[in-house]
């Protein structure tokens, strides 16, 4: 039963420094998504994909890139890590385009870049 | 500024009084979902509404999706304290550039105390 899993849970960046996110999905979801979660700000989209090779940027996608070569996966990618991007990021996955379908939220990645 | 507007930001009240959370746009949407979100986690779906005018409940939880699709309410009778918890509406965008694009309201923290 592991739905949306994000990897990792935790992280420390410095300033400067690249890393990948993780998003795994074991329902056969054909949309993903990258959120970013602020105070006061609500979660904010930063890329999303609507099937395995495609990937569309949301509201907030500059520093980050994304990659979807497997339909379970989604990688949210910081190249070079600003402290702008301490932030908690959130994985989503649906179903199908369909207008009632929910979507799946994964436990947070805490990033912290110092 | 967010594609959603949510009020109030903030909400407090005593156990068995009543609440409404609001939640409004500019755009249309093809459907809207309620989200609650507890600490440390993602947030979880409560309900999605498709149709202009469609009311839904969920035991005291009562949902509305405005006439024109582009705003919703969500009221809560005689709240308990398991409702506390930050509120979260989603609208789903079908257009020729947004499709599938799920954007999320900053939200409501509401706080029911005994």
């Known amino acids: 039963n592991a739905g949306v899993t994000q990897t990792p849970k935790f992280r420390v960046l410095k300033t400067g420094q690249s890393m990948t996110l993780l998003c795994a999905q074991d329902?056969?979801?054909?949309?993903m998504y990258w959120y970013r979660q602020d105070p006061g700000m609500g979660l904010r989209l930063i890329h999303y994909s609507v099937g395995e090779g495609t990937t569309a940027k949301g509201e907030v996608p500059d520093g980050y890139n994304v990659s979807r070569l497997k339909k379970q996966n989604f990688l949210l990618g910081l190249e070079s890590a600003a402290p702008s991007q301490t932030s908690v990021y959130f994985c989503?996955?649906?179903?199908?385009?369909?207008?009632?379908?929910?979507?799946?939220f994964g436990q947070g990645t805490r990033l912290t870049v110092v | 500024t967010q594609l959603l507007e949510q009020s109030p930001q903030f909400l407090s009240i005593q156990e068995g009084e009543n609440l409404t959370v609001y939640c409004n746009s500019s755009?249309?949407?093809?459907?809207l979902q309620w989200y609650r979100q507890e600490p440390g986690e993602g947030p979880v779906l409560l309900v999605t509404v498709v149709t202009g005018g469609e009311v839904k409940k969920l035991k005291r939880l009562t949902f509305q999706f405005g006439d024109a699709r582009k705003d919703s309410s969500l009221h809560i009778t005689a709240a308990q304290p398991g409702d506390t918890g930050l509120y979260l509406c989603a609208g789903l965008l079908m257009t020729t550039d947004s499709w599938g694009k799920l954007q999320f309201g900053a939200g409501t923290q509401v706080v029911v105390t005994p």
């Open positions: 989503a996955s649906s179903y199908s385009p369909g207008l009632a379908t929910e979507a799946f």
């Open positions: 329902m056969n979801h054909e949309y």
């Open positions: 755009s249309v949407f093809s459907s």
